[in-house]
């Protein structure tokens, strides 16, 4: 097991309920230490919900709603690559694509980045040079 490291943990119980809330190091597994406290307790441990509430310096306080999202003046992603080369795929390298594959540089025309479009010419990825093929950057 990889160390692991608890900067708080806040409690209270309720009959057979505990609700907690942690501070944590990256990597710890909040499911093991509900099993390790019931283990402890000599009996089972298992979350009823998980919620995270914080990553590096984004806390939950500072998210949107969906509506809060839909409501602002976001540029529309096809504005922003639309002098980007477009290299337009047949279905099935779309679903290699959906899949993060590298694709070959010799399947590709550009030695610049690229966006990947289906069929109907719907954005699908962005594509970076990477050595000798081409990793994706961004999925839209």
């Known amino acids: 097991p990889r160390p692991v490291e608890i900067y708080a943990f806040n409690y209270e119980i309720n009959d ?3 609700d907690f809330n942690t501070h944590v190091s990256k990597g ?3 499911r093991s230490i509900a099993r ?3 283990l402890k307790l000599n009996t089972y441990g298992a979350l009823k ?3 995270r509430t914080a990553i590096g ?3 939950i306080e500072h998210a949107k709603t969906l509506t809060q999202l839909l409501e602002t003046d976001l540029i529309d992603h096809r504005l922003l690559f639309k002098n980007i080369p477009k290299l ?3 279905d099935y390298l779309i679903k290699l694509v959906k899949n993060g594959v590298k694709l070959d540089e010799r399947q590709i025309t550009t030695d610049k980045p690229f966006v990947v479009v289906d069929q109907l010419d719907q954005m699908i990825a962005y594509y970076v040079p990477d ?3 081409y990793k994706v950057k961004y999925f839209f």
Do not use: H
């Open 88 to 90: 337009k795929l047949n």
């Open 49 to 51: 919900t998980l919620r």
């Open 16 to 18: 057979t309920i505990i």
């Open 36 to 38: 390790d406290i019931g």
């Open 57 to 59: 310096n984004y806390a």
């Open 28 to 30: 710890t597994y909040i």
């Open 131 to 133: 050595n000798n093929a």
